[in-house]
T-cell receptor, first 116, second 111 residues
Framework: GAGVSQSPSNKVTEKGKDVELRCDPISGHTALYWYRQSLGQGLEFLIYFQGNSAPDKSGLPSDRFSAERTGGSVSTLTIQRTQQEDSAVYLC??????????????FGPGTRLTVT | KQEVTQIPAALSVPEGENLVLNCSFTDSAIYNLQWFRQDPGKGLTSLLLIQSSQREQTSGRLNASLDKSSGRSTLYIAASQPGDSATYLCAVPGGSYIPTFGRGTSLIVHP
C-alpha cells in the first residue's frame, strides 16, 4: 500500500463497551507502534511489535488494553470496558527497523475514539 | 529515561520569516532524531531523519541540525508560508527502540 492505514477513522462508543482499532502497516515494515494522543498532550507510547519477537507492552496503561499483530502485518488494538479517559486519538506507525536503530517512522491518520 | 523538550511551545509569525524550532533531549546516546509535522486532526508526517553521525539534513526549505554532545537539535524553516502552519514534533529513541516525543511546537504563519 501507499502508506499506513487505520480504521475506523472515528469511533464513538458507550462507556463499558469494547472497541477494536485496526492498523495496516506499510508492506515489508517489520516494526509497528501504537501511540495515544490525548487533547493537549504529547504522544504516549502504548505497544511495539518487531518481527516475530514478543511485543513490548510497557506502555499499555492498564490490562483493559491489548494488541496483537497477525502474520507480521495487520495489528489490532483492543480496549475492553472503555472508560471516558480512554477518549483520544490512537495512532499507529510502522518502520523498517535498522540494526540497533530507530527506523524512520511512518504514521497512519489515526482513529479518534470518543467514549460517552 | 529519555526526556525531550521543545521550545517554544507556540509560535505565531508573519509570512516570509525564517524560523528556528528547538528540540533538546537528556540522553545524548541516540542513534538518530526525527522531525515530524502534524496538521490538525491528522497523523504525523515525517520531515527529516538525521542520523547521529550527521550534523544536518536538508529538505527544501527545511534544515535540521543535530548536536549530540549538547543534546540539541534545531529545525530551521526558511521563508515561512501559511501552509507551514502545523505542529512540529521531534522524536529520539529511548530504550529498546521506543521513541520519545517532545510535546511539539505549534506554528501559525499568517499572511
Amino acid at each position: 500500500g501507499a502508506g499506513v492505514s487505520q480504521s475506523p477513522s472515528n469511533k464513538v462508543t458507550e462507556k463499558g463497551k469494547d472497541v477494536e482499532l485496526r492498523c495496516d502497516p506499510i508492506s515489508g515494515h517489520t516494526a509497528l507502534y501504537w501511540y495515544r494522543q490525548s487533547l493537549g498532550q504529547g504522544l504516549e507510547f502504548l505497544i511495539y511489535f518487531q518481527g516475530n519477537s514478543a511485543p513490548d507492552k510497557s506502555g499499555l496503561p492498564s490490562d483493559r488494553f491489548s494488541a496483537e499483530r497477525t502474520g507480521g502485518s495487520v495489528s489490532t488494538l483492543t480496549i475492553q470496558r472503555t472508560q471516558q479517559e480512554d477518549s483520544a486519538v490512537y495512532l499507529c506507525a510502522s518502520s523498517l527497523q535498522g540494526q540497533g536503530a530507530l527506523g524512520e517512522q511512518y504514521f497512519g491518520p489515526g482513529t479518534r475514539l470518543t467514549v460517552t | 529515561k529519555q526526556e525531550v523538550t521543545q521550545i517554544p511551545a507556540a509560535l505565531s509569525v508573519p509570512e516570509g520569516e525564517n524560523l528556528v524550532l528547538n528540540c533538546s533531549f537528556t540522553d545524548s546516546a541516540i542513534y538518530n532524531l526525527q522531525w515530524f509535522r502534524q496538521d490538525p486532526g491528522k497523523g504525523l508526517t515525517s520531515l527529516l531523519l538525521i542520523q547521529s553521525s550527521q550534523r544536518e539534513q536538508t529538505s527544501g526549505r527545511l534544515n535540521a541540525s543535530l548536536d549530540k554532545s549538547s543534546g540539541r537539535s534545531t529545525l530551521y524553516i526558511a521563508a515561512s508560508q501559511p501552509g507551514d502552519s502545523a505542529t512540529y514534533l521531534c522524536a529520539v529513541p529511548g530504550g529498546s527502540y521506543i521513541p520519545t516525543f517532545g510535546r511539539g511546537t505549534s506554528l501559525i504563519v499568517h499572511p
